[in-house]
């Protein structure tokens, strides 16, 4: 199977989308920078035996997209990783 480059990246963002589904959640006063993202995602793709890379282009971008632009302060605000249950906002 020949994969063009366009669909490569489409799996990768696929599968940045997967976790962000999973992992983030929406958190009054909390926020995620890119280090902390990075890293979290580097640890779920590990765990769920993802071997493809999304881009740090790919992610900021989707992020940014969906969260609003990054500041470099504080990072995407009122989002949370979810580290455990506890994180959830009930």
Same mark, same amino acid.
């Given at each position: 199977?020949?994969?063009?480059?366009?669909?490569?990246?489409?799996?990768?963002?696929?599968?940045?989308?997967?976790?962000?589904?999973?992992?983030?959640?929406?958190?009054?006063?909390?926020?995620?920078?890119?280090?902390?993202?990075?890293?979290?995602?580097?640890?779920?793709?590990?765990?769920?035996?993802?071997?493809? $890379?999304?881009?740090?282009?790919?992610?900021?971008?989707?992020?940014? $997209? $969906?969260?609003?632009?990054?500041?470099?302060?504080?990072?995407?605000?009122?989002?949370?990783?979810?580290?455990?249950?506890?994180?959830?906002?009930?």
């Amino acid at each position: 199977m020949n994969m063009t480059s366009t669909t490569i990246s489409n799996f990768g963002i696929n599968v940045f989308v997967k976790f962000e589904k999973q992992m983030v959640l929406q958190k009054r006063g909390g926020h995620i920078g890119k280090q902390e993202l990075q890293q979290e995602f580097k640890r779920w793709t590990q765990q769920n035996k993802y071997t493809y $890379k999304t881009t740090r282009e790919q992610i900021i971008q989707y992020m940014n $997209k $969906k969260y609003g632009e990054y500041n470099e302060r504080d990072g995407w605000k009122n989002i949370a990783i979810a580290y455990c249950k506890d994180d959830y906002d009930i």
